[in-house]
């Protein structure tokens, strides 16, 4: 009897969600400029030209529903990068319903080398606070064509 009462009374706890992972490709986000779709899912910046820099805004889908735990997402953005000098960044941010900013993570991708041969990838966390956090969402800095190559978001691996 005392058996049936602990393994009851273990099944009356809530467990945390285990960890689920989606990938989106890059056409998921906007720009306010020129931009190249090529068939492999990606947003490429198209502007030509000095200070050719354009935003992009990526909605953040989350593959969890909400918890009543406070939790970790992780963003993975891969990318092309171009031998351009301008930054290419990105910040991922949680905000509230009433448009306070929860948490924010910031990376910086690094520019075309002979080693990554024009892909690069980088991985940023936020926590994301149960109840509160009701949109998630990625703000990129993409760096313009470059010696005739563009740079651009080819997809999104979400994690949370």
């Known amino acids: 009897m005392f058996h049936r009462f602990v393994a009851l009374g273990a ?3 809530p467990l945390a969600a285990t960890a689920a992972t989606t990938i989106v490709p890059g056409t998921i986000c906007t720009s306010e400029s020129t931009v190249d779709m090529p068939t492999n899912g ?3 910046n198209a502007a ?11 909605p953040v889908i989350r593959s969890q529903s909400v918890s009543t735990y406070a939790s970790t997402m992780s963003v993975t953005i891969n990318a ?12 991922l941010r949680s905000v509230s319903a009433n448009g306070t900013l929860m948490d924010s993570a910031a990376v910086y991708l690094p520019p075309k080398t002979t080693s990554n041969n024009g892909y690069a990838s980088s991985t940023f966390s936020i926590t994301l606070l149960p109840l509160f956090a009701s949109s998630v969402g990625l703000r990129c800095n993409v760096p313009g064509v470059y010696s005739g ?3 651009g978001i080819v997809s999104l691996q979400v994690t949370d």
Do not use: D, R
């Open 42 to 44: 990606a947003l490429l």
């Open 48 to 58: 030509g030209g000095s200070s050719s820099t354009i935003k992009f805004h990526c």
């Open 11 to 13: 099944l009356l706890v």
């Open 80 to 91: 092309k990068v171009n031998w351009s000098y301008e930054a290419f960044y990105c910040v």
């Open 149 to 151: 190559e563009t740079a």
